[in-house]
């Protein structure tokens, strides 16, 4: 039975029926929305491109992708930006093959200088892993937020009623003031890790397109905010793209109840899978997620070109290109908050991590 492939622009995507094939398919993440694509063209004016498979006029696949263009540079295109992963979402491999050839057709067509597919590999792919490799890190959640607590190891749970005691509270919604008290934090954590912000706009644009599958939790002390996060939902999964606190308030512990009302929240709300995101493997982060009981899972950014579909994965950077970064980061970190808010999105919206 033939497939037929179609190329369409964002604006022009049936959205309804691309959706409802993303919901229905347990192999789409949150971030493989339409939605996503939406944010990403009306907050940064990235363009959308979705790459859609029909078998009999019925969707059978969905490739989203987003073309960057930097100044004086030629476009590159990602599935996806800003995210983890996105890459093909088909019936089977056959179809994942014709939407990626697809890719590599509009690539040629557009004189983009390059394509880049991030995938997340299946679960248990594999089980030896280097210290330093990109993972993301998976939690299986129980069906209630009870049973959540009561699975985990008596440290884990003192630490969280530690936080409570001193005094923090935890709100979660999906109000503006919410989401502009998650932006005050998220900047000054930024900036502390010398790292360009992303705009206000692009969270605000992720909030209308996402609606109720978007929450925003903000952790107060006295009114304040020390710690914030943001998750997004999509078919029994929930995935939380940015957390920060406020480094001189860390010893209160509020990284500790920020995670644990957003897994109550996602738990007693259906989701099956938690994400906590992407982390080098046996390092900081890491060992973080993995106190809660999350388990690590490959990512795989790869390179589409001329020999191979997927068959140049991204490589750890040179110790030259290391030092560079680290120059960077160490000037970001001395400029003004107020110098560093204003410049960072103009940068980050050409830095697609």
Not at 183 to 199: A, I, K, Q
Request: hydrophobic fraction near 40%; charge should be positive.
């Amino acid at each position: 039975m033939s497939v037929e492939v179609r190329v369409f622009r964002l604006g022009q995507c049936p959205r309804e029926e691309l959706d409802r094939y993303l919901r229905k398919t347990g192999e789409a993440g949150p971030y493989h929305s339409i939605s996503w694509l939406e944010a990403i063209e009306k907050a940064y004016r990235h363009p959308g491109r979705v790459i859609a498979a029909y078998r009999n006029d019925e969707v059978c696949g969905v490739l989203p992708l987003v073309m960057i263009k930097p100044p004086f540079i030629r476009p590159q295109l990602i599935s996806l930006p800003f995210c983890d992963y996105g890459g093909p979402v088909a019936d089977d491999d056959t179809i994942r093959e014709q939407l990626l050839a697809a890719a590599k057709k509009l690539k040629s067509k557009e004189g983009i200088n390059s394509a880049e597919i991030r995938v997340r590999s299946p679960a248990g792919e594999s089980d030896t892993w280097t210290t330093g490799e990109k993972v993301r890190m998976i939690l299986s959640l129980p069906g209630s937020s009870q049973a959540l607590f009561a699975s985990f190891k008596p440290k884990l749970r003192s630490q969280i009623r530690k936080a409570e005691k001193n005094g923090l509270v935890c709100n979660i919604g999906m109000e503006e003031e919410l989401l502009r008290r998650f932006y005050n934090v998220f900047c000054d954590n930024m900036r502390r890790l010398g790292s360009p912000v992303h705009s206000l706009s692009f969270f605000q644009a992720l909030r209308a397109a996402y609606g109720p599958r978007m929450v925003v939790a903000v952790v107060d002390l006295d009114g304040l905010p020390v710690g914030a996060g943001i998750v997004l939902l999509g078919n029994e999964e929930a995935c939380i793209p940015w957390a920060s606190t406020l480094a001189e308030y860390n010893h209160l512990a509020p990284n500790m109840l920020l995670y644990w009302r957003l897994l109550e929240w996602v738990s007693d709300s259906g989701a099956t899978t938690f994400d906590f995101g992407r982390s080098s493997f046996g390092e900081g982060t890491f060992r973080f997620k993995k106190q809660w009981g999350a388990r690590p899972e490959a990512l795989r950014w790869h390179q589409l070109d001329k020999a191979s579909d997927l068959d140049n994965p991204i490589v750890v950077p040179s110790d030259l290109k290391f030092r560079i970064r680290q120059w960077i980061v160490a000037g970001w970190q001395c400029l003004p908050l107020d110098l560093a808010n204003w410049l960072g999105p103009k940068i980050r919206r050409y830095i697609s991590l």
